[in-house]
């Protein structure tokens, strides 16, 4: 718990937001009024974030534990959560006292979501709430007089309680000067005008019955007619640190609260030389939702005869939903393959698994077992060195070696993220060479579908291929075999 006069915090915002910034004999919006004496020309004042803070009060529908804030909407600066902003720190509490929380949604006008939940003490109706927003403003001018020795200073309306308008907190329609002064770049020197480190000073100056922080950037020098301090000719005035207004008690959600600063150029004795005036705006930023379905594809496609997939050229060619094998020899491997390709948006990932229905059989024999000897099956193969399982791959470039089985090859264009294993590497019992094979999990023999590619993160048409091979012994019966291969995609979102 730390006192709110201690606390300031500032929010980058990162939605579409209005900037007003008034531009003299330039270009800009805004509106501008003029003053007695002469007017320094090319006059700009930019705010780089125009947001308002926040200062906001609790209903009395909140409770201890709760991650949702419910506010009430009359009688304080803030009333709606339009202020507010996903990400943003926000502080609540009573007497003196906050915690820091983290907006996390924002559902409504009067309700925001927030990260830890409330705290004791915290769920009180007439609590604060408080976010405050900063920003650097950027003075451009260009000068209208020689000054010798003078000062360019900066005015931005402030609160009339000397120690309201410092105290860390957003005020309605004025500008906080923070509990640390705001720091105030100058710009490097030039010829006639040799710039001493900028002064921040809270409530300097009364215009007009309106009190004003001051900043200033003093020189010694002649200075010059129509220097331009523009940022490109020379550098401009920097303020950076104060805190911006919380809405008036006028505001109109989405219409700027705007705000007279003033420009002045003034001699040693702090006598006014030139001057103008220009506004700002200070206003919500516009939030911009949208919905993206969650999504994934999966497809299959055929690899032609002749193709290379696993460093060998297919036998054969396959469709979406066939691997026709053809003529199985005993002396030679069949090889063929398929293309899986996968896209997502799901922030988790993917994974790809599949699983068999049985060994390859005859005539709907049901093939018991792990690696089956019923010459109506041809088992899966337990690969060259009597290893290869499911889960295992093995090498397998012996036809003395029989049955059935696959490899994965990924991608080079667009690989996956992560793949089980691949025909030429060392995985499992595989020795590194162009033969690493595995036995599809078999769903007879009640073994779970198994993993062959996967992410954890978004994927973009990531694709493997899936090389099957096939060689059988003499005494295989003769005849059609078959068995059913799937193929399953499941987003993590």
Not at 148 to 166: C, I, M, Q, W
Not at 367 to 386: F, H, L, M, V, Y
Not at 424 to 437: E, Q, V
Request: net charge negative.
């Amino acid at each position: 718990m730390k006192k709110q006069t201690d606390l300031v915090y500032t929010s980058l915002f990162k939605v579409i937001s209005l900037i007003l910034v008034v531009v003299l004999s330039g270009v800009g919006f805004g509106v501008f009024s003029q003053v007695d004496s002469a007017n320094l020309t090319n006059v700009s004042v930019t705010l780089s974030n125009p947001r308002p803070s926040f200062r906001g009060k609790l209903d009395a529908n909140n409770s201890v534990g709760s991650s949702t804030v419910s506010i009430q909407t009359s009688g304080w600066p803030s009333i709606s959560t339009n202020q507010l902003q996903t990400n943003d720190t926000i502080l609540i509490g009573n007497d003196g006292t906050a915690t820091t929380y983290t907006v996390t949604s924002i559902p409504s006008s009067s309700t925001f979501n927030i990260t830890p939940v409330l705290g004791s003490g915290d769920a009180d109706s007439g609590d604060d709430a408080i976010s405050t927003q900063s920003a650097n403003l950027t003075v451009k001018l260009t000068t209208a007089n020689a000054v010798a020795n003078g000062k360019f200073r900066v005015l931005v309306p402030a609160e009339a309680d000397d120690t309201s308008a410092a105290d860390g907190l957003p005020d309605s329609g004025k500008f906080d000067f923070s509990t640390t002064a705001p720091t105030v770049t100058c710009p490097t020197d030039i010829t006639g005008y040799d710039f001493v480190t900028g002064v921040a000073t809270a409530s300097a100056v009364t215009v007009d019955g309106q009190d004003y922080h001051a900043f200033t950037c003093a020189y010694s020098g002649d200075g010059a007619i129509g220097t331009a301090f523009d940022g490109s000719t020379n550098d401009p005035i920097t303020i950076s640190g104060l805190i911006n207004p919380a809405p008036k008690s006028s505001h109109t959600a989405g219409q700027a609260d705007t705000y007279k600063v003033i420009v002045q150029h003034i001699n040693s004795s702090d006598a006014v030389q030139d001057q103008t005036t220009v506004s700002i705006g200070v206003v919500e930023a516009v939030r911009v939702t949208a919905e993206v379905a969650p999504q994934i594809t999966f497809k299959i496609e055929g690899v032609a005869s002749g193709a290379t997939a696993c460093g060998v050229t297919t036998d054969v060619t396959t469709t979406a939903t066939a691997v026709p094998l053809g003529e199985l020899s005993i002396s030679s491997f069949v090889d063929a393959a398929q293309k899986l390709t996968v896209s997502t948006n799901a922030a988790n990932g993917y994974a790809v698994t599949a699983v068999e229905s049985d060994q390859l059989s005859r005539g709907g024999t049901t093939c018991t077992g792990d690696g089956t000897t019923d010459a109506n099956c041809i088992p899966d193969s337990a690969g060259d060195d009597g290893a290869m399982t499911h889960t295992n791959p093995d090498d397998w470039s012996l036809t003395t070696t029989k049955g059935f089985g696959y490899s994965i090859e990924n991608s080079t264009t667009s690989p996956a993220n992560s793949v089980a294993f691949e025909y030429s590497g060392t995985t499992g019992s595989c020795d590194g060479g162009n033969d690493c094979y595995r036995q599809f999990a078999d769903s007879q023999d009640s073994q779970s579908p198994v993993t062959l590619f996967s992410s954890s993160t978004v994927a973009d048409s990531e694709n493997i291929n899936v090389c099957y091979k096939a060689v059988i012994s003499a005494t295989q019966s003769a005849g059609n075999y078959e068995n059913y291969i799937t193929y399953t995609a499941t987003a993590t979102f």
